[in-house]
């Protein structure tokens, strides 16, 4: 006989139902206590009556533990009273509740539950409503989540998160519109570019959110998810997806909000619950007194342990450390009230003192244990304000203390079943150990002669997970890829990849260190293998030297945008060009011999317009263009075979490449650049039957060019973009028609970075040049600019460039006449932006760059060329003409020294473009950069806007420009 349910809401509910609505929910209460008592006990032992068990209860965690468990009463349960052994459900309702309500009585205030343990089959809702309505002194209850993630750096001011598009976003931004959140909490929309917050909002399902997750390509990190929804109607689903959101997001809690919740009490709420923490009340007590007893929002809580223990009192040592990394000269932009609002006492012959980041760190530590938070303007107000403070130096600063660990390795063979370490070569068919790990110098490790960047790093975090990749093309099929942790000092994890050389051919294999899909760092492992010790020279070492080192000041990569794909190019030994692949889970090699000849094919096309570009004039709607377009779309499909399908793709690796939309390009060698950009991933178009999708011609019947715009951009939001990165079917992109949203140029996001040949002397081989930083995320590029141009270039063509910039710039622009005057007009001026049409000859060291029928070499560019002399805050340079980035193979030429002499950013083309469409595009590129509110804010979204508008308007030409460094600068 099956037993019948003793372990549902329902069943306790008609146990109770003598008692009334607010007894039983203080009677469901005791019973979980009671039922922890009863698991933890052989009932034979429980000589007991209920109010020794409550006391037990709370004497038991007293001074140790501020949670008391509590556990879904079973009432099979045995419990011994008296001398009866009973179940639980054989207790006299009203009995329960009388013994209960005698112990409350003398309770102290607030004491907080702890759900232990429920039934996974039973709904959530009912039964913790129930407990969040019991007993007048219960200070917080949650549910118990035993993922203890690491808890993810807690910030203050609090960031409060919401998903674009989301209509939560109305509830984040009316919750921080009052006080005190709108001085403790501050917004952040929670995207590629910004993927942390302390606490996130979703207005929509649980299993709406798991998927939004789930299929994005980048990874949002969380400590706190509140969601206005419901659980999943399937009972057996809703934990499992409860537990795979919080793993998703690394989260430490969660929160369900009842749906018929109004937008008010739930704003409200939340203001409550900032202004509860900056009190220093406990995380689980601050939401559970805002969400329950001040507004009732009928919330089920899960909160692991840390973040439910955590208080905003725990920011001040995390202050003391921040303030004792900043260099010993850094004085603090802070008030001195900001200590005073802290309760800490300042004389006024020490308030100068004070704004030395030691002298507060001594200060802090000195009163950190009278710190007053009775108020919220008082101790979290004056904290809020030192850790802007702090923030603001450390983007300006560099870390004195993180300059000793640089990247190391150790290499052994198996032999006789021994480790032994190597230093000289390598052997041939003996397994052999390669040991990477970042730390400081030791003798039993070869580190390379720079240090590892580890500044980059985000500060808040006490270690940082980082990708490292080691690929061979002589003898290694694929790259190999391991994870390490690194702390914030002392050494971090070891990783091991173990490999047999089957060749005697030179080992060179590439290290690539990684973070948030950005290269930190790339070092070469170089080495004679041999066959056994008598072959090796006595001067034969295995080397291990720094191939790419990145700038200082690259900034905080946590405050950036996380990329998808890294592709790092160079040559082998024997001057193989290769490509590197690195995407959040998998690695590749890809041999770059083969496609040399189809990349050449792809400039001779290019070059073909700019010989011929009056035919070529307009956008789509000229036939021309769309031939060329079939063309370029079959050679770009052999390139996506060459580099991407047969050495990328296998079958394994298919779905996550769908995904990718964010590329980072490092070419660690001048001629190993690639034009990338014409990689086109749909079918090969049929050179004499295939049309232009028709969708798009459709919309190219528009007369009117806005509307085309605008029409073609939803074209591209609703269909092409779930095409490209959700695999979703269309039935146009067969090889009848070209789809101009398969070429990679106009559906990801190309950020290039090169090599910078004048710092080997320094011995780096590759310099990794990066402006953006926290303190200066945004690239000004308004007022006057700076426009020269080749003679070749006609004067009404000029005049579009100089009219663009006049409307959009906010100033008249000032047009050169020769190089002597564009360094003048630079130091006079000190312009945001630079703008050249030249016309290039001559190769190598001898390739001019005219203006006007003025030459200059373009290794003679000085800094002077860029910015004046002593500025700091760097132009945008954009070279536009005649084959001013080189050929389709060697396309860095002249970039190269503009970079050098730097330039924030350097906008070029990749193949030869005559005169008049150099200006068209130039105008485009202005009117792009200056786009109106529903225009991306970030440099290479708008880039690839200004490609996908070339479409409508022409000049088709536009889908040649490339843009080398930072995407994610803002451009203001």
């Known amino acids: 006989m099956v037993k019948p349910n003793r372990n549902s809401v329902k069943f306790w509910e008609k146990w109770g139902l003598q008692l009334s609505e607010e007894r039983f929910a203080n009677t469901f209460l005791a019973l979980g206590i009671i039922a922890k008592f009863c698991i933890s006990r052989n009932p034979d032992s429980l000589v007991k009556n209920l109010n020794d068990i409550f006391k037990e209860a709370f004497d038991s965690v007293e001074g140790k533990d501020p949670f008391i468990p509590w556990y879904f009463p079973d009432g099979y349960e045995k419990i011994k009273t008296g001398n009866d052994i009973v179940a639980l459900s054989d207790l006299n309702p009203l009995m329960v509740a009388k013994e209960w309500e005698a112990f409350e009585v003398n309770l102290k205030p607030w004491h907080r539950i702890q759900v232990f343990y429920y039934p996974k089959m039973e709904k959530i809702e009912p039964w913790f409503q129930l407990l969040v309505k019991a007993s007048h002194s219960l200070g917080a209850v949650h549910i118990g989540l035993d993922m203890n993630h690491r808890l993810p750096y807690l910030q203050w001011p609090l960031r409060l998160g919401y998903l674009p598009g989301n209509s939560g ?211 979290a107000t004056g904290m809020a304000e030192m850790n802007e403070a702090v923030k603001s130096s450390e983007s300006e600063t560099v870390d004195e203390k993180s300059l000793s660990r640089s990247l190391r390795k150790q290499i052994f063979i198996n032999k006789e079943g021994e480790l032994v370490k190597i230093k000289r070569a390598f052997f041939k068919d003996i397994p052999t150990l390669i040991r990477i790990s970042i730390g400081p110098p030791d003798k039993e490790w070869d580190s390379i002669d720079t240090v590892f960047p580890e500044e980059k790093l ?59 899909g950005r290269v930190l760092q790339t070092a070469v492992l170089k080495g004679r293998v041999v066959n056994e010790e008598s072959e090796i020279h006595n001067d034969d070492k295995i080397s291990f030297i720094d191939l790419v080192h990145v700038r200082s000041n690259i900034g905080d990569l946590e405050d950036r945008y996380q990329f998808d794909l890294a592709l790092v190019l160079n040559h082998t030994t024997n001057g193989r060009p290769r490509l590197t692949a690195i995407s959040d889970k998998h690695a590749w090699i890809s041999d770059l011999s083969e496609s040399v000849k189809i990349i050449d094919r792809i400039n001779e096309k290019l070059t073909k317009v700019a ?68 990689i086109y991933t749909a079918p090969s178009p049929d050179i004499n039957k295939a049309s232009l999708c028709p969708r798009l011609k459709t919309i190219l019947k528009e007369k009117d060019i806005n509307n085309r715009k605008i029409r073609i951009g939803e074209l591209i939001d ?142 003679d560019v000085t800094l002077g060329h860029v910015h004046k002399a002593g500025e700091k805050n760097y132009p945008l340079v954009a070279l ?93």
């Open 169 to 379: 976003e109305k509830i984040i931004r009316g919750a921080n519109f009052f006080w005190p959140a709108n001085e403790l909490s501050r917004i952040v929309s929670v995207d590629r570019e910004n993927a942390n917050s302390d606490v996130l909002f979703y207005s929509g399902d649980l299993s709406q959110l798991l998927k939004i997750f789930l299929g994005s390509s980048f990874h949002e990190k969380t400590n706190l998810i509140i969601i206005q929804g419901t659980f999943d109607d399937d009972v057996n689903l809703k934990y499992q997806r409860l537990i795979s959101l919080i793993e998703e997001c690394y989260a430490s809690g969660i929160i369900i909000v009842d749906t018929s919740v109004k937008e008010d009490d739930l704003e409200l709420a939340i203001n409550r619950f900032v202004e509860n923490l900056s009190h220093n009340q406990p995380f689980d007590v601050a939401i559970f007194e805002a969400f329950t007893k001040t507004y009732s929002v009928k919330p089920v809580i899960f909160l692991n342990r840390e973040l439910a223990l955590f208080q905003i009192q725990e920011f001040i040592e995390k202050l003391q450390s921040k303030l004792r990394k900043l260099p010993k000269t850094t004085r603090l932009e802070i008030d001195i009230e900001s200590f005073e609002k802290m309760g800490i006492p300042v004389d006024d012959t020490e308030k100068d003192d004070l704004l030395m980041s030691d002298n507060a760190a001594d200060k802090l530590n000195k009163y950190k244990d009278i710190i007053i938070y009775k108020h919220e303007g008082s101790g």
């Open 458 to 516: 985000p500060e808040d975090q006490d270690e940082w997970r980082l990708t490292v990749v080691l690929t061979e093309s002589n003898h290694l099929e694929k790259a190999l890829r391991e994870t390490i942790r690194l702390p914030k000092t002392g050494c971090s994890d070891v990783c091991e990849f173990r490999i047999e050389l089957k060749k005697n051919e030179p080992f060179e294999g590439r290290i690539i260190v990684l973070h948030r």
């Open 611 to 678: 010989d011929s570009e009056k035919d070529y004039r307009g956008g789509l709607d000229n036939d021309a263009n769309v031939k060329l377009l079939i063309e370029l779309a079959r050679i770009g499909h052999e390139l996506y075979g060459s580099i991407v399908l047969t050495q990328i793709m296998d079958a394994a690796n298919q779905s996550d490449f769908t995904k990718l939309e964010y590329i980072q390009i490092v070419s660690t060698k001048i001629d190993a650049l690639a034009p990338l950009e014409f």
């Open 718 to 859: 609703n269909t092409c973009q779930r095409v490209e990165k959700e695999g979703a079917e269309c039935i146009y992109r067969t090889k009848e028609y070209v789809c101009p949203m398969s070429f990679w140029g106009l559906s990801k996001v190309i950020e290039r970075h090169m090599v910078t040949p004048a710092l080997r002397s320094k011995g780096f081989d590759f310099y990794l040049q990066s402006e953006k930083t926290t303190s200066r995320e945004k690239l000004e590029i308004s007022g006057t600019a700076i426009i020269a141009a080749s003679e070749k270039v006609n004067s009404d063509m000029r005049k579009l460039v100089l009219s663009a910039c006049a409307e959009r710039l906010g100033s008249n622009p000032i047009e050169v006449t020769d190089w002597d005057d564009w360094v003048h007009k630079i130091e006079e001026n000190n312009p945001h932006i630079l703008i050249a049409l030249p016309h290039t000859d001559g190769n190598g060291e001898n390739t001019t760059l005219e203006i006007n029928g003025k030459t200059l070499a373009s290794s």
């Open 880 to 972: 536009l003409g005649c084959d001013t980035a080189g050929t389709a193979i060697d396309y860095g030429g002249h970039v190269k020294w503009f970079r050098i002499c730097e330039a924030a950013i350097v906008i070029s083309t990749i193949a030869k473009v005559f005169g008049d469409h150099a200006a068209l595009v130039a105008a485009q590129l202005i009117n792009g950069l200056t786009g109106g509110k529903d225009s991306p804010e970030c440099l290479g979204e708008i880039i690839r806007e200004i490609k996908r508008n070339t479409l409508v308007e022409g000049p088709l030409m536009a889908l040649c420009v490339v843009a080398f460094g930072d995407a994610d600068w803002k451009i203001n």
